[in-house]
């Protein structure tokens, strides 16, 4: 079975838009994969962050995931700076990564034009996340298209590596599904509904109270038509929920359009908060039970027993080629 890694920052709450863009598709993913799935909170600190906001973000990220349908028993989950092998493996490549590949990243070009001062590690962490992927030989690393470039430079980097020191590490292949929901912004849905937005009536979190997720949905925006037709260059309020209504109950748009062909805005929109509410409800019940449990440090104790074994030998082996040895 080939091997797939990602990745999960611990900043935020997760969003609706999450839920159903990435995560669902995560689900369905760790029944084809030998999945590996890790809280990245090394790539988070590139940003200033809370100490305790953060400690209390990784296992609440963690449990929700949990929640939505990640299964503990088909991935193999762990805290990134719990396994010391990952900053380790990511100094020997960046000591085989040049200044003009890291310099050309999107991510760090857009970034760092908003902090008048950037840390070292925001334009470094790039190396940091190929040595993730590069320590298990993933095959597959799930991405947004926003996140594909850095998956082509831990194959550069793995491939430069492999060149000059011998057969060490897999090349892996960026995973990128075409059939994920794009959830847009309830106030703008010309926008992808985004947990920082600057408007947080349009967004949706999966820990958001029941009655605030159905004031959001009631207030969403829509058109003066008043025909529950899917049209997103016309109409992208109203389609923005026709696909929520899609992603959660399956159904296909054609028999949504179908089924509310005499309802008004009103009476859709009532529909819409119905079956979210259903579904978060669920998550957030499963949530509140794995919290406040032994369950996650006994998932996490097991994954990094595993991965820092694997990182590890990967890391003693690199030593080797590169010469760090006594002789």
Not at 4 to 31: F, R
Not at 32 to 43: G, M, R
Not at 59 to 82: H, M, R, T, V, W
Request: hydrophobic share 35%; with cysteine.
């Amino acid at each position: 079975m080939k091997k797939m890694l990602t990745g999960l920052q611990p900043t935020g709450v997760i969003t609706l838009g999450n839920y159903i863009g990435a995560i669902k598709q995560m689900v369905k993913y760790q029944d084809e994969y030998e999945s590996y799935l890790f809280i990245a909170d090394l790539h988070s600190i590139t940003v200033p962050q809370d100490p305790t906001e953060l400690s209390k973000n990784i296992k609440s990220l963690l449990a929700l995931y949990i929640a939505c349908g990640i299964d503990p028993n088909k991935n193999i989950i762990f805290i990134q700076s719990e396994n010391e092998y990952h900053a380790n493996i990511s100094w020997l490549l960046e000591c085989n990564t040049y200044y003009g590949e890291l310099s050309r990243m999107t991510q760090f070009k857009d970034k760092s034009k908003k902090q008048v001062n950037f840390t070292s590690g925001l334009f470094t962490y790039p190396v940091l996340m190929a040595a993730d992927i590069l320590a298990y030989d993933a095959d597959y690393v799930p991405v947004g298209v926003d996140q594909k470039q850095h998956v082509e430079l831990a194959r550069d980097i793995a491939i430069r590596f492999n060149k000059k020191y011998g057969d060490t590490f897999t090349i892996p292949e960026p995973l990128i599904s075409a059939s994920g929901t794009k959830i847009m912004d309830l106030v703008d849905p010309t926008k992808k509904m985004s947990k920082s937005s600057d408007n947080q009536k349009g967004v949706i979190r999966l820990l958001d109270d029941v009655n605030v997720i159905r004031k959001k949905i009631m207030g969403a925006t829509t058109d003066s038509e008043m025909i529950v037709k899917f049209d997103p260059i016309n109409k992208p309020g109203i389609s923005n929920l026709i696909n929520i209504y899609s992603a959660i109950t399956n159904m296909s748009i054609s028999d949504i359009e179908s089924k509310f062909s005499t309802s008004n805005y009103g009476q859709f929109k009532r529909e819409v908060a119905d079956v979210v509410i259903d579904e978060i409800t669920k998550i957030q019940n499963k949530y509140n039970e794995i919290i406040n449990s032994d369950t996650l440090n006994e998932i996490l104790d097991n994954g990094i027993k595993i991965t820092r074994e694997i990182a590890k030998k990967k890391f003693e082996d690199m030593k080797h080629k590169m010469g760090f040895m006594r002789v």
